[in-house]
Nanobody
Framework: QVQLVESGGGLVQAGGSLRLSCAAS????????LGWCRQAPGKEREFVAA????????RYADSVKGRFTISRDNAKNTVYLQMNSLKPEDTAVYYC??????????????WGQGTQVTVSS
């Protein structure tokens, strides 16, 4: 089992920035792909970003390309999501996710509890 704990969510004005963090624990014998999904009020969960073990391969949803950056620090077992130029439509619960391969749907094997991001206009 892998446990994922997000932090860093909060309230921010449109155009502002936040950085989310996710600490992973549990299994240490797998080089998991880590990522982020989100769920806005009244909507289904959607993929946001993913990064491989090496950190050299990343994937982003079209809606966040150029604004969000995913990164990881394997020594700290932590993945980050730097969110810049935030828009009200970015308001959602953000979930840290993990799997053995890149997943761009919401079918990740492991999920965190979520952290709320609210962007005001």
């Amino acid at each position: 089992q892998v446990q994922l704990v997000e932090s860093g969510g909060g309230l921010v004005q449109a155009g502002g920035s936040l950085r989310l963090s996710c600490a992973a624990s549990g299994r240490t014998f797998r080089r998991y792909v880590l990522g982020w999904c989100r769920q806005a009020p009244g909507k289904e969960r959607e993929f946001v970003a993913a990064v491989t073990w090496s950190g050299i391969m990343t994937r982003y949803a079209d809606s966040v390309k150029g604004r969000f950056t995913i990164s990881r620090d394997n020594a700290k077992n932590t993945v980050y999501l730097q969110m810049n130029s935030l828009k009200p439509e970015d308001t959602a619960v953000y979930y840290c996710v993990a799997d053995s391969a890149v997943v761009t749907s919401t079918s990740w094997d492991y999920w965190g509890q979520g952290t709320q991001v609210t962007v005001s206009s």
